[in-house]
């Protein structure tokens, strides 16, 4: 195997051993977690959080998940999909990783977990849920902390639906997540779809479909764009003076804290969804949004929430298996379990791996100078999702 990435000073794999190499005989062989993440270029903001988010559950054991010595390696996808291929393959032949996680991205995630699951790798997705692999495609190997990719989307249709929106204009990236997105608010909301367009992934220029939205003249705009697409779309609808007309509504991963602190006021009262936010109180979430603060100095996001519930479920699963990573059906029956206090309360496994969970109703307001999300409302109560039934699991 060739092994020809270039190392740069964000994406280079970073090896975190904790055991002292004086004892190391003395010890348990380490668990290695191998994390593919998106660290730079376009979305890195997604990827940093995921990964910030869950060094903070290992920092907080002192190096270790449920009393286990890890180590943990760390490397930069830069959400190309040939290049985490090529990582996730040196992952396992290589670093023969016992436990996978990291992807921020869909169109990843479709390319790398059914062949690391196939390699009896347990592969825990912290963030991309494509339809694909919840489905037809789920696998005892797979699990997903965060939730199916439609649910946030479902969760604004039911929104628009039970407020009598007579009609929308919905738009999403081309890409497996943004096919979902669109799909899941279609599931919930019944009113005129005024338009609907898939727009390039990484795209910035908005000008066209700001265009088509003003000349469709509808209720209200439905968008998922996540990362810097968000950032330029929101800001540019503004500018339009579209915001005063026809109100945006969209997920959480479009007024996440990071784009929130680029796009400005433009952001200010939109509402959205999410199954997780800093004001949920709870002892878990209490002490995550607090320590997460001290340490990196910044308010957590959701994709941080993801990356911490990520290890704390495995820091469960290890408890309960005494570190143990040689039994695998021990394992997945201990992260099926699920048993763990989950910053967003209320969260349990569905027969496919994925979340049944609440999903909340934010709006965007400001604290002081910061601009972030309050919970305003439930729009699903233990909400699973639509594809488990073709699930053979």
């Not at 291929?85 to 991205?105: F, H, K, N, P, Y």
Request: charged share 20%.
């Amino acid at each position: 195997m060739k092994f020809g990435l270039k190392s740069i000073a964000v994406s280079a794999a970073i090896v975190l051993s904790w055991g002292a190499a004086t004892v190391a005989t003395a010890k348990a062989e380490a668990v290695k977690i191998g994390m593919i993440t998106t660290l730079s270029g376009g979305g890195s903001a997604l990827g940093i959080d995921i990964r910030d988010g869950f060094q903070l559950a290992v920092d907080q054991e002192g190096g270790k998940l449920g009393g286990a010595e890890i180590e943990l390696i760390i490397e930069d996808d830069a959400r190309e999909p040939d290049r985490a291929t090529e990582i996730a393959s040196r992952m396992v032949d290589r670093d023969q990783v016992d436990i996978m996680t990291g992807l921020v991205w869909s169109n990843l995630a479709i390319a790398i977990v059914p062949k690391v699951v196939r390699d009896d790798i347990i592969y825990i997705s912290p963030n991309a849920g494509p339809s694909l692999l919840a489905g037809a495609g789920c696998n005892a190997n797979y699990f997903n902390v965060a939730w199916q990719n439609d649910n946030l989307h479902e969760a604004i249709g039911q929104y628009l639906q039970d407020r009598g929106v007579g009609s929308a204009f919905i738009l999403a990236p081309n890409y497996p997540a943004g096919q979902d997105a669109l799909t899941g608010f279609k599931r919930y909301y019944k009113g005129e779809i005024k338009g609907e367009l898939y727009t390039k992934l990484g795209q910035t220029d908005y000008a066209a479909e700001i265009a088509q939205v003003r000349d469709a003249s509808p209720n209200a705009v439905f968008f998922f764009l996540p990362g810097g697409m968000g950032i330029s779309f929101i800001k540019q609808y503004n500018q339009a003076g579209l915001d005063k007309s026809v109100p945006l509504y969209g997920p959480a991963f479009s007024f996440d804290q990071a784009i929130l602190g680029a796009v400005g006021d433009a952001a200010l009262g939109v509402i959205n969804s999410s199954q997780w936010n800093k004001d949920l109180n709870n002892e878990a979430n209490n002490r995550f949004v607090a320590d997460f603060q001290k340490a990196y100095g910044r308010l957590p996001s959701l994709y941080a929430s993801q990356g911490y519930d990520a290890a704390r479920l495995i820091a469960s699963a290890l408890l309960a298996t005494g570190g143990n990573v040689s039994d695998k059906d021990a394992l997945r029956a201990a992260i099926k379990a699920a048993n763990f206090d989950s910053v967003r309360g209320e969260f349990r496994f569905g027969n496919n791996n994925h979340p049944i969970q609440d999903i909340y109703v934010r709006r965007v307001i400001k604290e002081g100078d910061v601009l972030t999300n309050e919970i305003i409302g439930k729009a699903f109560h233990d909400h699973q999702d639509a594809y488990a039934a073709d699930c053979k699991l």
